[in-house]
């Protein structure tokens, strides 16, 4: 992995520099995609001559509704013609699913995400154990990258976020609770009866597994979770109460889209998450709802909007459906954080998370 660049100024150049390669690539015919050359000739201004991050700011919001409709071939660098890809799938309840190419980003991501935690954090040679969405999901092959990277094996138990959210926008509760307990009947199988030192999956189902053992006891040594919104009550419970005190957590926020946002170092008895994107691939903003344009003070809500910026994914302005508090840069991160992320408008209107 590139150093990471000492300070807020070191960042931004960085940023810049990665935003002038990365546009190119995507709007040259000799390396880019059918979808963006294509998009090219409607634009009012000329991709190419992009030289900062803030003039992406002239392209419009990315519509993920676009990634249902197209074909996702049409979204392969013409540089990587004839190799072949992965095709992930993003979350959602019905009808067509959203889908993004991909080929190496997924180990970038974690391999990152593995080198910012130490040998101990995570016990080196550890097996483990992943309780989420597999499938089609991007997370399934990150997650056994993580292992093998820190020399484990994986093990799965797979769960349907499609079906849970569609139980409970269902009313069917006790349905939804019957598959949360054959979930973690599965998972509590395979840490009773194998070698498991760590543990991905979401919140919900950590606090499940727990109420039917004490995941100390079992040996776990560090747990790594998102998908749902944790706020700091809930940090606290899981740290203290589910954990025990004793196992090393990993609070994280991401998606197929964005790849994953580490959580940066908390001071004893600090609770309030910020995550920091693994920029310069993707970059997380805190705009004002009403004029996304304009960036929240620090300190404030906004929506979330992300610009992700690799060579296998070009996506400008993505407003995520989540919203967080615009944080400062920190010795660890330089560059903007996003904290206490909740779902979008989740204090006016009823959200399903379900069990991710």
Same mark, same amino acid.
């Given at each position: 992995?590139?150093?990471?660049?000492?300070?807020?100024?070191?960042?931004?150049?960085?940023?810049?520099?990665?935003?002038?390669?990365?546009?190119?690539?995507?709007?040259?015919?000799?390396?880019?995609?059918?979808?963006?050359?294509?998009?090219?000739?409607?634009?009012?201004?000329?991709?190419?001559?992009?030289?900062?991050?803030?003039?992406?700011?002239?392209?419009?919001?990315?519509?993920?509704?676009?990634?249902?409709?197209?074909?996702?071939?049409?979204?392969?660098?013409?540089?990587?013609?004839?190799?072949?890809?992965?095709?992930?799938?993003?979350?959602?309840?019905?009808?067509?699913?959203?889908?993004?190419?991909?080929?190496?980003?997924?180990?970038?991501?974690?391999?990152?995400?593995?080198?910012?935690?130490?040998?101990?954090?995570?016990?080196?040679?550890?097996?483990?154990?992943?309780?989420?969405?597999?499938?089609?999901?991007?997370?399934?092959?990150?997650?056994?990258?993580?292992?093998?990277?820190?020399?484990?094996?994986?093990?799965?138990?797979?769960?349907?976020?499609?079906?849970?959210?569609?139980?409970?926008?269902?009313?069917?509760?006790?349905?939804?609770?019957?598959?949360?307990?054959?979930?973690?009947?599965?998972?509590?199988?395979?840490?009773?009866?194998?070698?498991?030192?760590?543990?991905?999956?979401?919140?919900?189902?950590?606090?499940?597994?727990?109420?039917?053992?004490?995941?100390?006891?079992?040996?776990?040594?560090? =747990?790594?979770?998102?998908?749902? @919104?944790?706020?700091?009550?809930?940090? *606290? !419970?899981? &740290?203290?109460?589910?954990?025990?005190? $004793?196992?090393?957590?990993?609070?994280?926020?991401?998606?197929?889209?964005?790849?994953?946002?580490?959580?940066?170092?908390?001071?004893?008895?600090?609770?309030?998450?910020?995550?920091?994107?693994?920029?310069?691939?993707?970059?997380?903003?805190?705009?004002?709802?009403?004029?996304?344009?304009?960036?929240?003070?620090?300190?404030?809500?906004?929506? =979330?909007?992300?610009?992700?910026? @690799?060579?296998?994914?070009?996506?400008? *302005? !993505?407003? &995520?459906?989540?919203?967080?508090?615009? $944080?400062?840069?920190?010795?660890?991160?330089?560059?903007?954080?996003?904290?206490?992320?909740?779902?979008?408008?989740?204090?006016?209107?009823?959200?399903?998370?379900?069990?991710?």
């Amino acid at each position: 992995m590139p150093d990471r660049p000492a300070t807020p100024e070191a960042a931004a150049d960085a940023l810049d520099a990665h935003v002038r390669e990365i546009v190119r690539w995507h709007f040259s015919p000799d390396t880019g995609c059918p979808y963006w050359l294509e998009q090219a000739r409607t634009l009012d201004f000329d991709p190419l001559a992009i030289e900062s991050f803030d003039q992406l700011l002239q392209f419009p919001h990315f519509d993920d509704e676009i990634l249902r409709k197209e074909d996702p071939a049409r979204f392969i660098p013409k540089a990587f013609e004839g190799r072949p890809y992965n095709v992930f799938e993003t979350g959602g309840t019905t009808g067509m699913p959203k889908q993004r190419i991909g080929w190496d980003d997924y180990k970038t991501d974690y391999t990152e995400f593995s080198e910012h935690y130490g040998p101990d954090f995570f016990p080196q040679g550890a097996n483990w154990l992943m309780v989420g969405p597999t499938g089609p999901r991007r997370l399934r092959l990150a997650i056994e990258h993580l292992a093998n990277l820190r020399g484990g094996a994986c093990y799965f138990i797979d769960l349907d976020p499609r079906w849970v959210k569609r139980l409970i926008g269902m009313g069917e509760m006790r349905m939804a609770k019957a598959y949360q307990e054959h979930v973690i009947d599965q998972a509590a199988t395979i840490i009773r009866h194998r070698d498991i030192g760590c543990l991905f999956t979401t919140p919900k189902l950590l606090e499940s597994l727990a109420e039917r053992m004490s995941l100390v006891d079992a040996g776990i040594r560090g =747990v790594f979770a998102g998908g749902t @919104t944790m706020t700091p009550q809930y940090v *606290r !419970f899981i &740290e203290e109460e589910v954990l025990e005190g $004793r196992i090393n957590f990993a609070p994280t926020y991401g998606n197929t889209l964005m790849g994953l946002a580490i959580s940066k170092k908390r001071a004893p008895g600090e609770y309030s998450l910020t995550y920091h994107a693994p920029q310069p691939r993707a970059v997380l903003r805190i705009v004002d709802p009403e004029n996304t344009d304009r960036l929240m003070d620090y300190g404030d809500y906004g929506r =979330v909007e992300l610009t992700t910026l @690799t060579k296998e994914f070009f996506m400008p *302005r !993505f407003l &995520e459906r989540d919203e967080a508090i615009r $944080r400062q840069p920190c010795d660890e991160f330089p560059w903007d954080g996003v904290g206490d992320v909740r779902p979008f408008q989740s204090g006016t209107k009823t959200v399903i998370e379900g069990v991710y």
